[in-house]
């Protein structure tokens, strides 16, 4: 299964507890060290949402803004975990190519 | 209200009614806390304005697009083998060999877009290909119906040769399309290009199978349209029980 960096961003941060969208867009935008249009944002949310990774978790009015809180799906937990994983042994799997080559590189 | 308030508001006109009235006040929440935290709440930027308009367009074609496209394609394949049959081959040929397996091709993919929730590379590609696949394949059946003028359908000996070729052209366009992705998968690069390139050449087959017959495309395009609308039902039932969900929440 696809999961997009906005996905896993979005994951990994609800993995922490429940969040509102603007509290999900910041992290996101940290993780991914780049600024996302709103709207983008969004979409990806209810992406997520009828994918049923997350799930909507009520409403807030603060300030006369309406926020909509999210929380992370035991769906959403097993896709963040496998994905988590394989962005793990590829990291291991290119520090191990990379320290051959130093190897090799030192003993030429 | 704000400036920034009303330009979300105007811009919210992009989307269908239905999306407004369910997501409307939380997207307008995003972009006013957006504003307050980067101290402008002045107006709504170019890009934030080109992000809804792409996603309101997106949400007001999603379930309509893959439809039309399917119905149009499928009445392209009948209509055209009718006239075809009845040996008006000029505007015959053309609907059911070249408009409706086009128009049924861009329907399959934007079907994928509508479950996948977006247009992306992953689904813009394939499309591409497929279409210009297409092309390929019923430009040389068609060459072939011309040169030997044996109607609809052609015969056997101008298809090993016409067939092989145009088999080859959807093979390169379905590895270009998917080497990327098997790649991604773990498969070194002259592998991903070696399998794309079977599955497309060995793939063609049963589109040959299924053009010779005209009955055969138009049962297939008539699936699609079912597909389609049932994907229609589903999507809007799912955007309906989450809203009751949120309202009991």
Not at chain 2, 217 to 225: D, E, F, Q, R, Y
């Amino acid at each position: 299964m696809s999961v997009t960096d906005l996905q896993f961003a979005v994951l990994s941060s609800l993995a922490a507890g429940r969040r509102h969208g603007y509290g999900l867009l910041r992290d996101a935008e940290e993780q991914l060290e780049k600024s996302l249009p709103v709207a983008t944002a969004y979409a990806a949310l209810e992406v997520m949402v009828s994918k049923g990774w997350i799930t909507p978790d009520g409403e807030e009015v603060v300030q006369s803004r309406t926020r909509r809180y999210y929380v992370l799906s035991p769906t959403g937990a097993q896709t963040l975990e496998a994905r988590a994983d394989q962005l793990e042994s590829q990291a291991r799997l290119a520090h191990e190519r990379l320290r051959n080559a130093t190897g090799k590189a030192a003993t030429a | 209200m704000t400036t920034l308030e009303q330009d979300v508001e105007r811009m919210l006109r992009w989307y269908p009614r239905r999306w407004r009235q369910q997501h409307g006040d939380a997207l307008i929440g995003l972009h006013m806390d957006r504003a307050e935290e980067a101290g402008d709440a002045a107006k709504l930027s170019p890009e934030d304005q080109a992000a809804m308009r792409a996603a309101g367009l997106f949400e007001r074609t999603r379930h309509t697009l893959p439809i039309i496209t399917a119905a149009l394609g499928t009445a392209a394949i009948v209509v055209g083998y009718i006239l075809a049959l009845g040996g008006n081959n000029a505007i015959g040929n053309p609907l059911w060999l070249f408009a409706g397996p086009l128009l049924l091709s861009l329907s399959l993919w934007s079907l994928r877009a509508s479950h996948d929730g977006r247009w992306s590379v992953q689904t813009v590609v394939p499309a591409l290909a497929s279409a210009f696949a297409a092309l390929a394949l019923l430009t040389t059946m068609n060459i072939a119906i011309l040169r030997d003028g044996t109607g609809i359908i052609p015969s056997v000996g101008s298809l090993w040769a016409v067939g092989a070729l145009s088999a080859a052209f959807i093979g390169i366009a379905v590895a270009v399309a998917a080497a990327p992705s098997f790649q991604r998968g773990g498969m070194s690069k002259d592998w991903a290009l070696t399998v794309g390139f079977a599955a497309g050449f060995v793939g063609a087959i049963p589109l040959y199978l299924g053009l010779l017959a005209g009955i055969v495309a138009a049962t297939a395009g008539g699936v699609l349209l079912w597909l389609t609308i049932r994907s229609a039902r589903q999507g809007s039932g799912t955007t309906l029980f989450g809203a009751e969900q949120r309202e009991l929440a």
